[in-house]
T-cell receptor, first 117, second 110 residues
Framework: NAGVTQTPKFQVLKTGQSMTLQCAQD?????MSWYRQDPGMGLRLIHY???????DQGEVPNGYNVSRSTTEDFPLRLLSAAPSQTSVYFC????????????????FGSGTRLTVV | ELKVEQNPLFLSMQEGKNYTIYCNYS?????LYWYRQDPGKSLESLFV?????AVKQEGRLMASLDTKARLSTLHITAAVHDLSATYFC??????????FGAGTRLTVKP
């Protein structure tokens, strides 16, 4: 049981390049989400998904796309990287999203540190 | 707009002392979380608080929730060096959207 797996762990991009951050979970969680963490600002929600085929925008969605074709995977795409997207990105998942009790909180991946130059 | 404010943002404690971290939020929420993050690491879930008056304890940490005051506290009892980390509160509303506080960087000194 690997939990939430993110790849790559580190990435350097040039401005204008595109890339996909991968996120996979093996816990059969319905809910998955992407956050970015910047110094002094906590984590901010980018996009989330409540199940395969369903995605929605979070607090800071601009410049990012997502899709959810399977329960396990939730990739985050940067279409044209900008220096403002330099950040640490975390993927998270949880279960029983719409049925009340979620006593264990969210499970976070180990993060991807992205630098855009 | 939901805002989550933590204070203090930085906290330096002596071992053996007690202290409290505060988390205020601006809008009615579904649940409140406390997470721990060690430098360069991911987030670890500490507590999930679901209802007014909820209190949870794990070791030297105790979290409480007052939904009427829109306030949660994380109390540290007899701090030890291993508790040094950044602690985040996060408030969930609309069952999907989770907003984080800026975090409290705790350093426990011998």
């Amino acid at each position: 049981n690997a939990g939430v797996t993110q790849t790559p762990k580190f990435q350097v991009l040039k401005t204008g390049q595109s890339m996909t951050l991968q996120c996979a979970q093996d816990m059969n969680h319905e809910y998955m989400s992407w956050y970015r963490q910047d110094p002094g600002m906590g984590l901010r929600l980018i996009h989330y998904s409540v199940g395969a085929g369903i995605t929605d925008q979070g607090e800071v969605p601009n410049g990012y796309n997502v899709s959810r074709s399977t329960t396990e995977d939730f990739p985050l795409r940067l279409l044209s990287a900008a220096p403002s997207q330099t950040s640490v990105y975390f993927c998270a998942s949880s279960s029983q999203m719409n049925t009340g009790e979620r006593d264990y909180g969210y499970t976070f991946g180990s993060g991807t540190r992205l630098t855009v130059v | 707009e939901l805002k989550v404010e933590q204070n203090p943002l930085f906290l330096s404690m002596q071992e053996g002392k007690n202290y409290t971290i505060y988390c205020n939020y601006s809008t009615t929420s579904d649940r409140l979380y406390w997470y721990r993050q060690d430098p360069g690491k991911s987030l670890e879930s500490l507590f999930v608080l679901l209802s007014n008056g909820a209190v949870k304890q794990e070791g030297r940490l105790m979290a409480s929730l007052d939904t009427k005051a829109r306030l949660s506290t994380l109390h540290i009892t007899a701090a030890v060096h291993d508790l040094s980390a950044t602690y985040f509160c996060a408030v969930e509303y609309n069952n999907n959207d989770m907003r984080f506080g800026a975090g409290t960087r705790l350093t426990v000194k011998p």
